[in-house]
């Protein structure tokens, strides 16, 4: 599926899914950030955007024939293969109708402040991995815009529905976490092999580690 088709589905779709979480500008493009901007939030609610985005993902990807969707309570099984950074209160997970070995993609929401469905955990595979945290700090220092952590969120996304996502787990943290153009790493160091070899071989399907490799989705 064209990265340009889906995104054009999702925007036709956040015209409706977004009408009552609008965009925001850079707060600091002119400034730093204050000190007390560091402990706090005062428009939490604000980042409800991300869930609007998900959904308008969720109408696109099942418009399309992609995917159907599931709708889990938090206390539904085991959804993650660990405990994701952030508690998730509710979830929604979409299964690929089509496309041999394409993993599942679930979008876990979770609270700032007590406001559900502020922030957002993409994950891939069934139990998930994570793919993205949205966003990843909510204090107002840390915002820089609606712009950006919408771009992460359809960055990860895009990654599992085409195919190019591919997450390594050599254990005890350490992890590489690969989206369309790029990558990023935790904890990984000599004796564990390069970060690009780690990679080929994930999707070579000869890695030595717990890995999680998606494969593109497809219409049915």
Do not use: N
Request: charged share 25%.
């Amino acid at each position: 599926m064209d990265r340009s088709v889906l995104l054009r589905a999702v925007d036709e779709a956040f015209a409706e899914t977004g009408a009552d979480t609008p965009p925001w500008p850079d707060p600091h493009a002119d400034r730093e950030p204050a000190d007390e901007e560091y402990s706090r939030c005062l428009d939490p609610a604000k980042y409800r955007v991300l869930a609007a985005r998900a959904e308008a993902w969720t109408r696109a990807l099942c418009g399309l024939g992609l995917a159907r969707e599931e709708r889990i309570p938090r206390a539904a099984g085991a959804l993650w293969r660990g405990e994701p950074a952030v508690s998730v209160d509710e979830a929604v997970r979409l299964w690929p109708l089509g496309g041999a070995g394409a993993v599942p993609l679930l979008f876990g929401f979770g609270a700032i402040d007590g406001v559900p469905r502020t922030v957002l955990t993409v994950g891939a595979g069934e139990p998930a991995v994570p793919a993205a945290l949205v966003p990843d700090c909510g204090c107002d220092a840390c915002d820089d815009g609606s712009a950006g952590i919408l771009e992460v969120l359809d960055e990860a996304v895009l990654a599992v529905v085409t195919g190019e996502f591919v997450h390594v787990d050599a254990g005890r943290g350490r992890t590489i976490t690969a989206l369309h153009d790029g990558w990023s790493a935790a904890d990984w160091e000599r004796p564990l092999p390069g970060v690009g070899g780690a990679l080929e071989q994930a999707r070579a399907g000869t890695s030595p580690y717990d890995v999680v490799v998606g494969r593109a989705w497809e219409t049915v």
